[in-house]
């Protein structure tokens, strides 16, 4: 390397150095950076503002209804139900949102355009009482975007924007405020009874160890009335008893019981009783006519009336043919004496003798049969499965009968007449009831022939 080279090499050398110790020195004593300020926050206009303590009152109407709400000894009380317990939660919920009012947008200061935002006829009204006097707000129509509500107050003619979730609680209904506790859960109902104005009533009783009259070994249900029959558990579970514990909690609206009341929604002359028997305790309504989309029901001791919707009551109508076992005389051989059918002209009797015991035996018109003969005969025509439900009575004359007879004495007898071209109609003790493919008991009369 030249010697003019090196000299250049150690000059840019010498110059990287001094420029590293300054870069340091710059480090080690520049004054300290501060970050930028933060953008000033705000909780938006403030329209009302009170120490929730001081709040007194509230008197609440919309869509739904009116009430009010009071403060009487330190404790919230709702007018007309003094003896109701009050939902903590809910009444925080309102002391919370009113007693601190504030919007982000002013939207119309001068009140010109209240029909526009639908404040002229306002969707609900919610006057808050104080120890300093009273405020009233009106919440209008929903914003074009649906995220919220036009309000104003009776301080001026403002128009404020109110977020959805605000204006919720002043849509809320009494029934939101009351804590009625705990609803029965149909697990526990043991038995239901339905008593129509018009008509017979329902009634189905829980038996764990299988139906009394042993006419369905798969339902652990019995109904009693209008008749004696099994009901399916899926059935009764559905159509019933979930519906039954779940109707208190469509309520909308809530009402003091009393004559008055009771005549003005309908309650004096009920069209349904419910009668329901849990494992622990019993609960008893009242059910009005419907009144559009509601009915009104009391619970027997509650002391109030609640509005609930007329679809969670449609269960009221339930038939017995729509909860009872859809498979006929499923019974346990151990509980036959005997089967008795006839069909073309003829009939033929089985006898059954100790069906469950070591010695059992079994006879056709008088000859014995063998145990597993007369067992895959029997497995033929014991489990009979409904087609439908008949909406008329069969067309004809009956074509066929089996009669089973339990060996506490009881009956089961079921005929058989034209429906349509594809089905018969099936009586059950003489009352018509269900349709049957007729192929399936064309096949069951025709294995009369080969026993």
């Given amino acids: 390397m030249s010697a003019n080279k090196r000299f250049i090499l150690?000059?840019?050398?010498?110059?990287?150095?001094?420029?590293?110790?300054?870069?340091?020195?710059?480090?080690?004593t520049r004054?300290?950076?501060?970050p930028p300020a933060p953008e000033e926050y705000t909780n938006g206009i403030?329209?009302?503002?009170v120490d929730p303590e001081a709040m007194?009152?509230?008197?609440?109407?919309?869509?739904?209804?009116?009430?009010?709400?009071?403060?009487?000894?330190?404790s919230w009380r709702l007018e007309g139900f003094d003896g109701i317990t009050l939902d903590s939660n809910m009444l925080d919920a309102l002391t919370n949102t009113f007693s601190d009012v504030t919007s982000p947008q002013l939207v119309d200061e001068t009140g010109e355009n209240a029909a526009a935002f639908g404040l002229s006829s306002p969707e609900a009204t919610v006057v808050i009482g104080t120890d300093g006097g009273e405020r009233a707000f009106y919440i209008g129509g929903e914003t074009p975007d649906g995220n919220g509500y036009y309000f104003s107050t009776d301080a001026g003619p403002e128009v404020y924007f109110m977020e959805s979730y605000v204006a919720d609680?002043?849509?809320?209904?009494?029934?939101?405020?009351?804590?009625?506790?705990?609803?029965?859960?149909?697990?526990?109902?043991?038995?239901?009874?339905?008593?129509?104005?018009n008509g017979p009533p329902l009634h189905v009783v829980m038996n764990p160890d299988g139906a009394a009259d042993q006419y369905g070994l798969l339902s652990y249900w019995t109904i009693t009335e209008p008749e004696k029959r099994s009901a399916s558990n899926s059935d009764v579970m559905?159509?019933?008893?979930?519906?039954?514990?779940?109707?208190?909690?469509t309520a909308s609206g809530i009402y003091e019981d009393n004559a008055e009341n009771r005549a003005a929604l309908g309650l004096s002359s009920p069209d349904y009783s419910l009668d329901v028997t849990l494992g622990s305790g019993a609960a008893s309504y009242l059910i009005s006519p419907a009144d559009g989309e509601y009915r009104y029901i009391i619970r027997d001791g509650a002391g109030y009336i609640l509005r609930v919707d007329d679809e969670g009551c449609a269960f009221l109508a339930s038939t017995m043919e729509q909860v009872a076992e859809k498979y006929l005389a499923m019974i346990d051989v151990a509980d036959l004496s005997g089967v008795e059918m006839t069909a073309n002209g003829e009939t033929k009797v089985f006898t059954v003798l100790d069906g469950a015991g070591e010695n059992a035996s079994f006879y056709v018109d008088g000859r014995e049969l063998g145990e597993d003969e007369f067992r895959g005969f029997y497995q033929q025509i014991v489990a009979l499965l409904v087609n439908g439900v008949l909406d008329d009575a069969p067309a004809g004359e009956t074509v066929g009968s089996i009669t089973y007879t339990l060996n506490s004495g009881e009956k089961l007898r079921l005929d058989f007449a034209p429906y349509d071209e594809r089905s018969y109609g099936v009586y059950i003790n003489g009352r018509r009831q269900y349709s049957m493919l007729r192929k399936n008991v064309d096949k069951i009369f025709d294995l009369m022939k080969d026993i």
């Fill in 31 to 34: 004054p300290e950076e501060k």
């Fill in 238 to 249: 559905t159509a019933l008893l979930t519906p039954a514990a779940e109707m208190e909690s």
């Fill in 56 to 74: 007194t009152s509230a008197r609440v109407s919309n869509k739904n209804g009116g009430y009010y709400l009071y403060k009487y000894n330190g």
């Fill in 169 to 197: 609680v002043a849509f809320l209904t009494a029934r939101d405020y009351v804590s009625l506790g705990a609803s029965f859960a149909a697990e526990d109902i043991t038995e239901i009874r339905i008593a129509p104005k």
């Fill in 46 to 49: 403030e329209v009302f503002s």
């Fill in 10 to 28: 150690n000059i840019i050398i010498v110059a990287a150095v001094i420029c590293a110790l300054i870069g340091a020195l710059y480090a080690l």
